[in-house]
């Protein structure tokens, strides 16, 4: 009882933040089932600090007791550290790579793709009209999946703003389409849906790279934005996750180069020179 008596030693600013994250991603996990605890730390801080500049709260802890007590508050943080949305052919140069990987599918005669964590439905449309353009969408199948049940609710009710359609289309024809992009959707009102046709091959499901198991063999499975957040353990857990679950000559998209110390790695050839798209021979 006699330290109690001495001076208290302060902690510096930083390491009370610190604290205060880290009981904040311990009650999200222990009040809603997500756990942020193992995700990239920096990230992570700068997208908490972010949503309190958004609702003026001066201190994480501030932020915490909201969470745990208001559900639109933590439907919103759930929402910040989540993978961020990609947009219809936004990335020319991968959606280029993406066309050739496809061809790696013809020798399976009923193909499927897993798009681990999909950053919302434009990037599952992207990649179903890409296996239309390959005539592959009758027999191939996209496995959708998100952690967030929200986010799942809107991919299911997705559609585009009409003016949005004009630069998604340069983006198409960039990414090395040759067709029209709109003949690929249907219009209701002022907002593009994509064909029903192509949206049946499309299968969503609430899924938790954390914490779930592998659910299905694969022939192509992608991540590339969520295992950027995703620190050192939990990255190697998602890479034996992806590994149990792709099929032997099956391609893996994952957000950079695999490092030699990565889980199994001498399991996988690179695709294309200096890009981050792997086959699995072992």
């Known amino acids: 009882m006699a330290a109690l008596n001495g001076p208290v030693r302060q902690a510096s600013a930083p390491a009370v933040e610190e604290l205060e994250i880290a009981l904040l991603l311990e009650g999200v996990f222990q009040r809603y089932g997500f756990d942020f605890r193992a995700y990239d730390r920096p990230g992570l801080t700068r997208r908490v600090l972010g949503l309190m500049g958004e609702r003026a709260l001066a201190t994480v802890s501030l932020l915490q007791d909201r969470v745990l007590h208001d559900p639109p508050t933590a439907a919103a943080l759930l929402r910040a550290l989540s993978v961020r949305p990609a947009l219809l052919f936004d990335d020319p140069e991968q959606v280029r790579q993406t066309r050739e990987v496809l061809a790696c599918l013809g020798a399976s005669a009923l193909p499927k793709v897993w798009l681990a964590e999909c950053a919302h439905a434009e990037q ?20 959708a999946t998100v952690a967030n049940e929200e986010l799942l609710a809107e991919a299911l009710e997705a559609s585009i703003p009409m003016e949005r359609m004009a630069q998604y289309q340069e983006n198409y ?88 110390g990565d889980t199994l790695a001498a399991s996988y050839r690179p695709v294309f020179a200096h890009q981050a798209w792997y086959k699995r021979v072992a």
């Open 124 to 143: 599952a449309w992207s990649l179903a009209i890409l296996l239309a353009e390959q005539r592959m969408h009758h027999r191939t199948e996209i496995f």
């Open 173 to 260: 024809l960039k990414s090395g389409g040759t067709a029209k992009l709109a003949d690929y959707f249907e219009v209701r009102g002022k907002h593009a849906v994509l064909l029903p046709a192509l949206r049946s091959r499309i299968t969503w499901a609430q899924y938790n790279l954390v914490t779930d198991a592998s659910f299905n063999e694969f022939q192509l499975i992608v991540c590339r934005h969520a295992l950027a957040d995703f620190g050192p353990l939990l990255r190697q857990r998602a890479l034996r996750l992806f590994h149990d679950s792709l099929a032997l000559f099956g391609v893996l998209g994952i957000d950079r180069e695999l490092a030699p």
